[in-house]
T-cell receptor
């Protein structure tokens, strides 16, 4: 597609519910990142994939957060037993090269998760 | 880890005037510094970036300067226009010789308001 597509755009979850957020990167992009953006804050790094390999998951806040990219294209961020502090916009970004700094990222519009 | 401070949090300028946003970083190993523009309901969009081997980069009305010794970098927007109104984020990252990427560390953002 023309850009990074994220779905759903909005998700309201009851506390304790599991959620799955989807990211469709630009076709052929090898690098994929997930970020969490709280209201009024900058994005914070969660995890990074190079093709299907998850090379860095140091930003995942707890073991309730899990990300996968099994075929090296679409990625899913799963949050188990959601809590109110998980409320945020979850951004996905992709890059066409391994050397991300050469191409920069293209961000999706994000999924706004609200836990009630 | 890296810590990026960004100032001011809000900046209001008259249309046609210049705007300057400043960031400092803590990790001297950081060598890549992008700036992103985020409009309401959208993901961040890369507007300009700079690597540590140069001190200044310009693209039409936008310029970025980098002072490695002082560990600070700035975004300069000249001849501001209403469409420049948005939230701007600075970020920093370290890339190794192979171009391997960790995630970006973002500042908290500056809400730029262009007064007509």
């Amino acid at each position: 597609g023309a850009g990074v597509s994220q779905s759903p755009r909005y998700k309201v979850a009851k506390r304790g519910q599991d959620v799955a957020l989807r990211c469709d990167p630009i076709s052929g992009h090898v690098s994929l990142f997930w970020y969490q953006q709280a209201l009024g804050q900058g994005p914070e790094f969660l995890t990074y994939f190079q093709n299907e390999a998850q090379l860095d998951k140091s930003g995942l806040p707890s073991d309730r957060f899990f990300a996968e990219r099994p075929e090296g294209s679409v990625s899913t961020l799963k949050i188990q037993r959601t809590q109110q502090e998980d409320s945020a916009v979850y951004l996905c970004a992709s890059s066409s090269t391994f050397q991300v700094h050469r191409g920069g990222y293209t961000f999706g519009s994000g999924t706004r998760l609200t836990v009630v | 880890g890296e810590n990026v401070e960004q100032h001011p949090s809000t900046l209001s300028v008259q249309e046609g005037d210049s705007a300057v946003i400043k960031c400092t970083y803590s990790d001297s190993a950081s060598n890549y510094f992008p700036w992103y523009k985020q409009e309401l309901g959208k993901g961040p969009q890369l507007i300009i970036d700079i690597r540590s081997n140069v001190g200044e980069k310009k693209d039409q009305r936008i310029a970025v300067t980098l002072n490695k010794t002082a560990k600070h970098f700035s975004l300069h927007i000249t001849e501001t226009q209403p469409e420049d109104s948005a939230v701007y984020f600075c970020a920093a990252a370290e890339f190794d010789s192979g171009g391997g990427a960790d995630g970006l560390t973002f500042g908290k953002g500056t809400h730029l308001i262009i007064q007509p």
